[in-house]
């Protein structure tokens, strides 16, 4: 595949293509920037999309730098915000930034990507310097923006921190002397400002390259931890493997599309397979990405253990009955699922047992009050399609 069609594979929006491609026929190695912010300790499949075309550039020789947005952390993205985000503290953007790169470099080749963080440049910032950046834009332009104009529309408190977002992000650019910034399609905003910033400072503009933006489990929604619609790269193999398989038909193939990088004809090719054929193989071929092939099928292999054929898994998490109990000899069902911290909250432990979703040694339980009695030996409980655990008398 030629590198104008590596760089045009999947992408939502490119400005900036002229200038990009006579760079690339003087033979310049370009400078390619992917900012993240290290908001929350799990990199998503949301971020793969754009991981994966930071490989495509690194693939082709080019310098790609991750910048880590250790300084804008601290403020916090409004792209796409309908409110202020929360304000995170120094502790815990640094924690967040350390597993971001270990989640990033099993996609990125580690050798090859130069790592760097906005706080080098920002921190050295005196109070006239941000006060000179600020000058390089209008209210009005700020407002241009979607996600600010509905806010300032429906009265939505918008902060001046805020405001200065679009202008940090771009002022990385400049530092950065970035030749093409990648990003989701909510960040066209602020990659633009970046080519104006580099502009005035008599820079060549960035090319601006965005891609789409992945639908989460729902089907719906972006993939977001807030809406609980992800798929993370931490993930156990297990969980990774049945929250894929968890997707509807129609989705799974963007996510052929946008995660494994299948062209048109290879997906119309598993297109002729039954769905289920074709989620299996999609969901394996993720698992082995982050794990191996030996992990990918056997989760193959445990979930058709369990769906296909109505069996137990063979490998399930275990719990002490005293430890969930408190030591007594009867304890609610509701307890004991909640103490093993496998479902989000207590709240959805009742309405799986009310929906008859709970099975007690293979028993459906549908009372929310229901008392087990300690086992004598051990008692395997079923919370849902996916979830099985022991509890070890």
Same mark, same amino acid.
């Given at each position: 595949?030629?590198?104008?069609?590596? !760089?045009?594979?999947?992408?939502d929006?490119? /400005?900036?293509?002229?200038?990009?491609?006579?760079?690339?026929?003087?033979?310049? *190695?370009?400078?390619?920037?992917?900012?993240?912010?290290?908001?929350?300790?799990?990199?998503?499949?949301?971020?793969?999309?754009?991981?994966? *075309?930071?490989?495509?550039?690194?693939?082709?020789?080019?310098?790609?730098?991750?910048?880590?947005?250790?300084?804008?952390?601290? !403020?916090?993205?409004?792209?796409?915000?309908?409110?202020?985000?929360?304000?995170l503290?120094?502790?815990?953007?640094?924690?967040?930034?350390?597993?971001?790169?270990?989640?990033?470099?099993k996609i990125?080749?580690e050798?090859?990507?130069?790592?760097?963080?906005?706080?080098?440049? +920002?921190?050295?910032?005196?109070?006239?310097?941000?006060?000179?950046?600020?000058r #390089?834009?209008?209210?009005?332009?700020?407002?241009?923006?979607?996600?600010?104009?509905?806010?300032?529309?429906?009265?939505?408190? /918008?902060?001046?921190?805020? +405001?200065?977002?679009?202008?940090?992000?771009?002022?990385?650019?400049?530092?950065?002397?970035s030749?093409?910034?990648?990003?989701?399609?909510?960040?066209? +905003?602020?990659?633009l400002?970046?080519?104006?910033?580099? #502009?005035?400072?008599?820079?060549?503009?960035?090319?601006? /390259?965005?891609?789409?933006?992945?639908?989460?489990?729902?089907?719906?929604?972006?993939?977001? *931890?807030?809406?609980?619609?992800? !798929?993370?790269?931490?993930?156990?193999? #297990?969980?990774?493997?049945?929250?894929?398989?968890?997707?509807?038909?129609?989705?799974?193939?963007?996510?052929?599309?946008?995660?494994?990088?299948?062209?048109?004809?290879?997906?119309?090719?598993?297109? %002729?397979?039954?769905?289920?054929?074709?989620?299996?193989?999609?969901?394996?071929?993720?698992?082995?990405?982050?794990? %191996?092939?030996?992990?990918?099928?056997?989760?193959?292999?445990?979930?058709?253990?369990?769906?296909?054929?109505?069996?137990?898994?063979?490998?399930?998490?275990?719990f002490?009955?005293?430890?969930?109990?408190?030591?007594?000899?009867?304890?609610?069902?509701?307890?004991?699922?909640?103490?093993?911290?496998? +479902?989000?909250?207590?709240?959805?432990?009742?309405?799986?047992?009310?929906?008859?979703?709970?099975?007690?040694?293979?028993?459906?339980? %549908?009372?929310?009050?229901?008392?087990?009695?300690?086992?004598?030996?051990?008692?395997?409980?079923?919370?849902?399609?996916? #979830?099985?655990?022991?509890?070890?008398?």
């Amino acid at each position: 595949m030629s590198q104008l069609a590596n !760089i045009k594979q999947n992408i939502d929006t490119i /400005i900036g293509a002229d200038e990009l491609m006579e760079r690339i026929r003087a033979g310049k *190695k370009l400078r390619i920037k992917l900012g993240v912010d290290p908001t929350r300790p799990d990199l998503t499949f949301g971020h793969l999309v754009v991981f994966n *075309k930071m490989k495509q550039f690194q693939d082709m020789g080019h310098d790609c730098i991750l910048l880590i947005g250790d300084y804008t952390a601290t !403020i916090g993205d409004p792209s796409g915000r309908s409110d202020t985000r929360p304000v995170l503290t120094e502790d815990e953007v640094r924690a967040n930034a350390e597993t971001y790169l270990e989640q990033a470099f099993k996609i990125l080749d580690e050798d090859r990507t130069i790592v760097r963080y906005n706080s080098e440049w +920002f921190n050295e910032m005196s109070f006239g310097d941000t006060l000179n950046l600020a000058r #390089k834009m209008t209210v009005a332009r700020m407002l241009e923006r979607d996600d600010f104009a509905k806010r300032h529309a429906s009265n939505s408190p /918008i902060s001046i921190v805020e +405001f200065l977002y679009p202008l940090v992000q771009g002022y990385d650019s400049v530092m950065l002397e970035s030749d093409v910034e990648l990003g989701g399609t909510d960040q066209l +905003f602020n990659m633009l400002v970046g080519r104006q910033l580099q #502009k005035d400072a008599g820079q060549p503009e960035q090319a601006v /390259i965005t891609m789409p933006l992945l639908v989460g489990l729902d089907g719906v929604k972006k993939m977001s *931890k807030s809406y609980d619609n992800y !798929i993370s790269f931490n993930h156990t193999a #297990k969980d990774m493997f049945g929250r894929i398989m968890s997707i509807s038909d129609e989705t799974m193939w963007d996510y052929y599309r946008l995660l494994l990088l299948m062209d048109e004809e290879r997906i119309e090719h598993h297109k %002729s397979d039954h769905p289920m054929v074709a989620k299996k193989h999609l969901a394996s071929s993720l698992v082995a990405m982050f794990y %191996s092939l030996a992990d990918a099928k056997h989760e193959l292999e445990q979930f058709e253990q369990v769906f296909a054929k109505n069996q137990r898994p063979d490998d399930m998490p275990e719990f002490q009955w005293d430890s969930l109990s408190g030591g007594e000899t009867t304890c609610p069902l509701l307890n004991l699922m909640a103490g093993t911290d496998l +479902f989000p909250s207590k709240k959805e432990c009742r309405r799986l047992v009310e929906q008859g979703a709970v099975k007690v040694n293979d028993e459906s339980v %549908s009372d929310p009050k229901a008392i087990l009695d300690k086992p004598a030996d051990e008692l395997v409980i079923q919370g849902g399609k996916r #979830k099985f655990f022991k509890v070890l008398g």
